[in-house]
Each structure stands twice: as structure tokens, then as C-alpha cells.
């Protein structure tokens, strides 16, 4: 099991980012199996971007960590909240630090 923190920041384009939805976001990401320690949401043209601090990385490495993350935590969440496939938005990971 890996240790440590890590924060990554997302672009996530192509939904209508309201404060409303950026709220249920951030309830769908802490709901989350992952030990989320913080989650800064900001609204972009198209969308928002959201930066997720971990306290551990669980069962993953430096290096499995992000493409599960993305697929898993952060696309499921955005298909859940806003309703969209998909194919209808983009995620794009902007920053990972350890």
C-alpha cells in the first residue's frame, strides 16, 4: 500500500458549471472511497476546474494513481451530477504533484 498525499488539479469542459452543481461535485467526490482532504472548485467558460488534495494514495502508486482517479472519481462524478455521457465532456488533468 502506497502512503503519502497528493493533489490534482482537472479541467472539466462542456457541462453548464452552476455553483448548485459545482456543490453536488464536490458531495459526489467526498462520497468517494478516496481519503479527500480538500477540493477547490473554480468555474471556467464551458465548465470548471477542480483541484482534489488526497491524504493517501490507498493501493496505488505514483504512477496508477491518475488515469484511475480521472476514470473513476472524477469522469463517474461528472457523468452522475450532470447527467452527461461521456462523450458529451471533457476531462483534462492539469497538475499532479506528490
Not at 472524477?74 to 499532479?96: G, N
Request: proline share 3%; with cysteine.
Amino acid at each position: 500500500m502506497a502512503g503519502g498525499c497528493c493533489t490534482v488539479r482537472y479541467l472539466i469542459k462542456g457541462v453548464n458549471s452552476t455553483k448548485e452543481n459545482r456543490i453536488d461535485f464536490e458531495a459526489e467526490l467526498k462520497r468517494s472511497s478516496f481519503q479527500i482532504d480538500s477540493v477547490v472548485l473554480l468555474p471556467v467558460v464551458n465548465g470548471f476546474t477542480a483541484e482534489i488534495e488526497l491524504t493517501s494514495l490507498g493501493p496505488f502508486d505514483e504512477k496508477s494513481i491518475e488515469p484511475y482517479l480521472q476514470e473513476n472519481l472524477v469522469s463517474s462524478s461528472v457523468e452522475t451530477v450532470f447527467q452527461k455521457s461521456a462523450a458529451e465532456f471533457d476531462v483534462v488533468l492539469q497538475r499532479l504533484k506528490f
